[in-house]
């Protein structure tokens, strides 16, 4: 049974073959599967620079709390969306 919801513990990566990577062409963030290309905005690049696999849901949360100085609850409804959403597409692994 797959995990599609993270908890507080979860250490969010990109699942393998999956890449965020900078278009200097297009000038934007995309994030690059196989057979699949998504274009990153501005809040999505924050989160996913942040899912090493090592940094917990939780302390992806709190850092980017404090770095945009922005409400932690609304911040986490953010953060867990976005990874939720790219779980479901297997982009990221939680």
């Given amino acids: 049974m797959e995990v599609n919801t993270p908890s507080i ?8 073959g999956v890449r965020l990577k900078y278009d ?3 000038g934007e963030w995309l ?10 905005d501005a ?3 924050e989160i996913l620079k942040r899912c090493d696999g090592v940094a917990t849901f939780d302390a992806i949360v709190d850092d980017l709390a404090q770095q945009f100085s922005a409400d932690r609850t609304r911040v986490g409804a953010d953060v867990r969306a976005l990874l939720e959403d790219l779980a479901a597409k297997r982009m990221v692994v939680l």
Avoid: G
């Fill in 9 to 16: 513990e979860s250490r969010p990566r990109l699942l393998r």
């Fill in 24 to 26: 200097e062409t297009r």
């Fill in 43 to 45: 809040i999505a690049v």
């Fill in 31 to 40: 994030l690059l599967a196989p057979e699949r290309v998504i274009k990153a």
